[in-house]
């Protein structure tokens, strides 16, 4: 069955790095565009990033663009979250998601995992 | 970026009873040469990850129960659930995922009254 497992979350000051993994199983990792969305405490979904099936193109919200960083190592089925220049406001649970077709770009979320806690704290 | 305003905030439904809920874009999410609405809608219930309802607008996941549908299109949708169960007690987010930016609605808080 399809698995998607974050790692890597913790607590950091701001201004310092964290780079999140997601693991994937159980699927051709590298037939699906892959994307994180967060969830900062007690608030609703925010999207993040998002990356193509072949790691092709590469898309940011504006609160994050030029900050983090995904990317994917197809050998080992992996997604990553470089984040650099941390700040309070990216305090968040962080998901990776799985688009719901394979080779796509643009459709909705059919796998998600079970987050991964960042928190952002002096 | 596509504004996406989900209504009410909250609501309280008995058990058994029609709850629904409206999601609007600010811009239509409808891809003409599909004529598809690239609308989604997830439930989340605390402590998990959202759990996909429909796509497409009106196109349930699979196992989803069928008390559960959408409808709408271009830049107006609706989540109905026909017979609310004590199991549906969650938050609700409609999602467009037409053009990046993606965005979610602000999330409906389902309870029971």
């Known amino acids: 069955q399809v698995q998607l497992v974050e790692s890597g979350g913790g607590v950091v000051q701001p201004g310092g790095s964290l780079r999140l993994s997601c693991a994937a199983s159980g699927f051709s990792f590298n037939n699906y565009a892959m994307h994180w969305v967060r969830q900062a405490p007690g608030k609703g979904l925010e999207w993040v990033a998002f990356?193509?099936?072949?790691?092709?193109?590469?898309d940011y919200a504006d609160s994050v663009k030029g900050r983090f960083t995904i990317s994917r190592v197809k050998s080992k089925n992996t997604l990553y979250l470089q984040m650099n220049s941390l700040r309070d406001e990216d305090t968040a649970v962080y998901y990776c998601?799985?688009?719901?077709?394979?080779?796509?770009?643009?459709?909705?979320?059919?796998?998600w995992g079970q987050g991964a806690l960042v928190i952002v704290s002096s | 970026d596509i504004v996406v305003t989900q209504s009410p905030d909250s609501l309280a439904v008995s058990l058994g009873e029609r709850a629904t809920i409206n999601c609007k874009s600010s811009q239509s999410v409808l891809f003409s040469s599909n004529n598809k609405s690239y609308l989604a809608w997830y439930q989340q219930k605390p402590g998990q990850p959202p759990k996909p309802l429909i796509y497409w607008a009106s196109t349930r996941e699979s196992g989803v129960p069928e008390r559960f549908s959408g409808s709408g299109s271009g830049t107006d949708f609706t989540l109905t659930i026909s017979r609310l169960q004590a199991e549906d007690v969650a938050v609700y987010y409609c999602?467009?995922?037409?053009?990046?930016?993606?965005?979610f609605g602000g999330g409906t808080k389902v309870e029971i009254k």
């Open positions: 998601a799985r688009v719901g077709n394979n080779w796509g770009d643009l459709y909705h979320f059919d796998y």
């Open positions: 990356i193509r099936y072949d790691g092709s193109r590469t």
């Open positions: 999602q467009q995922y037409h053009v990046t930016p993606l965005t």
